[in-house]
């Protein structure tokens, strides 16, 4: 081992002696140093990686027990609703029907319209139904905590459902504002994260630049009441600024309640759940 | 607009135009029945292709599937078609293009010389009238040589772009899996990162630890962080060190200003790189992405099917001399492309109408986990590109994108293909592992100790030079 100083800079520092996996692993969750059979992965190492991959598509292809939610949520009112997507295998092909509501609900839904709704609240099974029964409850009543004097709509459940149903909801139920609380898409090291969707005038039409999103709702992430927190903030200026999205800056808020708008999907931006 | 009719089984199936007739063509995926325009039973998708395969080559230059007037990527693809390169298929119908693609006329030199006589639909449309398996032998046929400071694309080498992204940009955690990469062989076509955030100060983090790393392991190499195309113009500025400018491309103009581009701000991208003179054998500077179903998700595809528009976005990247272009196959999602059927046909349809375009073609062999797909249906598409010559592939920790939340290949999986085929890095970098004595007797990857024994090694090495 050489005692000249170590070169390498910032990341790739050799201390002396030491492994340098230790220092690394630490550093990332990535799959490294995994040893090869041959050329291929370790058999350890390739079934965990096909754990984590079943974990992902059981959320993928779960379904939410809306109903469960429902009496946990009680005495909160809550209605359960439908998208036009009829079954998940529609659901993934076609998108645009999985941001409506079904005929028969929009007209139910109808009768709880109130102009005096401060905020409509959604939550959408997007692309993880664990998300949903692990996080939404206690992001919900988070949220009712954060946000006191504020009049809430009962609180919608929505299979099938992408972000956009909640500007149909929105919409419908007269509001100024409407949060999406919707499944993420999993991945591999965590299947049961949610995040939230804020818009402002929600209207079926809205465009994914005028909405602001907080991810990253899980264990091993943001906390209910930290998710509840930046969203309260967020609620306020949009109600006061009447918008939501790009001109709802980060760099107004407070460092500890990072945000960002929402960005269109594309191949080269991490698609959010379903939208 | 002229219709297209073809008579089968005793019923006449009507296009209504050339964009209907080349969607009614395609084969079956999700994006194009998700915008509405795919056939609708499969046997108007077999009167497409016969009506396709009868049409001449000739049409493509005078009837634009989206106005001149309206999209300077048709404009650049009319305007830049060479004419001359054109004339030994003048004549052909898109039916007689196939037949000549495969017959032993078409070798590498009379593919290299048609590819400018060639447009991106000239392209889509023969591959629509293509099994796998020609996709497959005709790309084979084609050779594109790119040089920074490594020779990409020479026949029988495979390159791979190692990808250490991080959910955070931290840098050490970066560098483990930079480190693991090297390890593996991987990294000869670039050490290339997605930002998790796409600002100035972590790009030029990112490029000098990378470039840091590179000359202290006299590693020939380039690096490239993917942000936009803006930000590297700002760390070009700022005299960072930037070796290759990255953007997204798409087929269409409006799809392209979606991403925050045009064909101007790419040449200015182009002539910022080309300055700095970085490049030690070559001056292609540029490395692309682009993939199938982007143009219909920022709703700018026109009513044109996805693989066309695919194929258009290559006419992009032909003008700028790109190092590395690849397709995310994968990555847009079931609604595009909803299970490994579409997928791996996707993956073999770009490749093939990228490298008949003269493009330095690789692939990023990937899914979601929303989609009807795996890691064996990943094994089955590097496989057959590798069959097909692909110029090169991902290279990632076990195949996990921990920043971005897809599945790639893995760095086992080009050391797997190398064996597999015998096709080894580029060759400068082959001499680089040979010198770090990380090739066997044999001329394999020799395995690696876990015990962090070749880490330290390389590391050791590399503060020695």
Redesign the interface.
Known sequence: MSERPPALRPGLRLENGADPWSRFAAATPARINLGRSGDALPTRALLEFQADHARARDAVHGAVDYQRLAAQLAPWSSLEVNSRAAGRAVYLRRPDLGRRLAAADAEALAAQADPAWDLALVVADGLSAQAVMHQAVPTLQAIRAALPGWRLAPVVLARQARVALGDEVGQILKAPLVAVLVGERPGLSVADSLGIYLTYAPAVGCRDSARNCISNIHGAGLSPQDAAAKLAWLATHARRLRLTGVALKEDAAPAALSVTPSIPASHDSKEGAGR | MPRYSTLLAGERHVFEDLRALMAAASPRR?GD??AGIAADSDLRRVAARLALADLPLATFLNEALIPYEDDEVTRLILDGHDARAHLPVASFTVGDLRDWLLSYDADEAALAALAPGLTPEMAAAVSKIMRNQDLITVAAKCRVVSRFRTTMGLAGRLGSRLQ?N??TD????????I??GLLHGVGDAVIGI?PASDNLASYITLVE?ID??RR?LDLPTQSCV?AHVTTALAAMEKNAPVDLVFQ?IAGTEAANA??GISLALLEEAHQAALALKRGTLGDNVMYF???Q??AL??EAHHGVDQQTVEARAYAVARRFRPLLVNT?VG?????YL?DSKQIIRAGLEDHFCAKLLGLPMGVDVCY???AEA??DDMDSLMTLLAAAGVNFIMG?????D????Y?ST?F?DV??LR??FNRPPAPEFEAWLRRMGMIDAKGRLA??????RA??AL??Q???A
Do not use: C, W
């Open positions: 999700s029945e998700l250490p991080h959910p931290d840098p050490t955690g970066i560098a483990g899996s480190l693991d997605n630890l840091d790393l202290k993917l997204s979606g991403f992405e682009t993939g179903g982007s998700s920022a995310v990555f847009i999602g079931p609604e909803y979601t986990n929303h795996d890691q990632l920790p076990a195949g996990d921990i920043m971005l939340n599945q893995s086992h050391v797997t064996h597999l395995p690696q100790p876990g015990d962090g880490a330290r590391l050791a590399g503060e020695a």
